[in-house]
Nanobody, 120 residues
């Protein structure tokens, strides 16, 4: 069964950090661009960060640049999102997705999501 599983979400105070993990089973991630997306109730899903399959280039949403870092460990078949200096507006369900297209467009596989809540 082809699956992506996110973990690492939770409740954190403003200014805090979390590291999200996205582990793949049933397929290898090294041929895919991997993206992190987030969604809040009543709004569409937005792309947060994307890492390419070829040269490891990364692309970040302007509002998270300098705070979030996406990385991949192909040996562990896992992608990470390190989130620092978290703000209340980062609160959302975060999803990882695997795409055969540049810039993580038209993902082929999605994870089930993990909740991130930034609140004092």
């Amino acid at each position: 069964q082809l699956q992506l599983v996110e973990s690492g979400g939770g409740l954190v105070q403003p200014g805090g950090s979390l590291r999200l993990s996205c582990a793949a089973s049933g397929f290898t991630l090294d041929s895919y661009a991997i993206g992190w997306f987030r969604q809040v109730p009543g709004k569409g899903r937005e792309g947060v960060s994307c890492i390419s399959s070829s040269d490891g280039s990364t692309y970040d949403l302007d509002s998270v640049k300098g705070r979030f870092t996406i990385s991949r460990d192909n040996l562990k078949n896992t992608v990470y999102l390190q989130m620092n200096s978290l703000k209340p507006e980062d609160t959302a369900v975060y999803y990882c997705a695997a795409s055969l297209y540049r810039l993580c467009r038209r993902p082929n596989y999605w994870g089930q999501g993990t909740q991130v809540t930034v609140s004092s």
